[in-house]
């Protein structure tokens, strides 16, 4: 199904870029995190190869660039940034002009702060790439980067209005799934679909707590809180252990189910997870 969709996002890709380059490319962008990597492709319409920093299956909470990282980072024309996430700031410090922070123009929501990944600047939750409204921001603030460089290319200003109109649909398809005015939840190990929750109306119930393992008390109020909600899927990302999860789903009688917000389609994955929610309470 996502290599359908995927398939097909590519296919309108053609359309906006007159030209398709293969990857191989002299000019790079590097983004920090791989659900920003298609994006970026898409965007511009393969004239760079863009190449990710925290390989799939590392944590960004945990991710420490290296000295040939910042020089690999150096070279590159563009390093795209959620300007979010607690390493992004050493890249601060120490590259210049290229780095982008794509965070500019959203307006942040507080997290947990000993939420290891957290910013340093108090308590901003950094997961601005898990719903469409605050990705289509990124999505701007990469086009307009572009156009500071090269501002007579009508292709990538095309290849945004594209790829805005897919996420003002998936934004709409959102909407139509979780508003009807029904109260929703979505209990998850590690708080990641923070924007997502706030902008439907469903509230994110958390099973870690401030960015650690839950107490026994902590357990109690969440299947509490679960069994008010009528949760019946517990969110489990591949980055974090299922020990907690088990018992708090078998209380529930809930399904565990494994979603990655550091998906490379993340469109996809929001779709699939706004799905399931939204089943929980038909
Ligand atoms: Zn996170």
């Known amino acids: 199904m996502r290599r359908i969709i995927l398939s097909a996002a590519i296919a309108l890709l053609a359309m906006a870029c007159a ?4 990857g191989d490319n002299e000019r790079r962008i590097f ?29 960004p909470e945990t991710f420490e660039p290296t000295s040939s990282d910042i020089a690999r980072l150096s070279d590159a024309e ?14 601060t410090h120490n590259l210049g002009d290229n780095l982008v922070d794509l ?8 997290g947990t702060c000993s939420h290891h990944h957290c910013n340093h600047s108090h308590g901003i939750d950094p997961h601005i790439w898990t719903s469409p409204r605050e990705l289509r921001t990124m999505v701007r603030n990469m086009l307009r980067a572009l156009m500071s460089h090269y501002p007579d290319s009508a292709k990538y200003n095309a290849s ?34 923070t924007y997502l929750a706030h902008n439907y109306n469903i509230e994110q119930i958390a099973i870690e707590n401030e960015g650690k393992e839950p107490t026994a008390k902590h357990l109690v109020e969440l299947i509490e809180r679960g069994r008010n909600m009528g949760v019946r899927a517990i969110f489990h990302q591949p980055q974090y252990s ?21 998906s490379f389609d993340i469109e996809s994955e929001i779709r699939r997870v706004v799905d399931i929610i939204s089943k929980q309470n038909e």
């Open 160 to 193: 945004a209005e594209q790829i805005i109109a897919r996420l003002d649909s998936l934004d709409s398809y959102c909407t139509e799934r979780l508003g009807d005015g029904k109260q929703r939840a979505i209990m998850i190990y590690h708080p990641a679909y």
């Open 242 to 262: 299922t020990n907690k999860l088990r018992s708090v789903a078998d209380e529930l009688g809930a399904e565990v189910v494994v979603t990655d917000p550091l």
């Open 19 to 22: 030209t398709q380059k293969s």
């Open 103 to 110: 965070s500019e123009g959203i307006t942040t929501l507080g």
């Open 31 to 59: 983004v920090t995190i791989a659900p920003l990597q298609h994006l970026a492709e898409e965007l511009t319409c393969g004239d760079f190869s863009v190449e990710l920093l925290v390989k799939q299956g590392a944590s």
């Open 78 to 91: 563009f390093v795209f940034s959620t300007g979010l996430i607690s390493f992004e700031h050493s890249l």
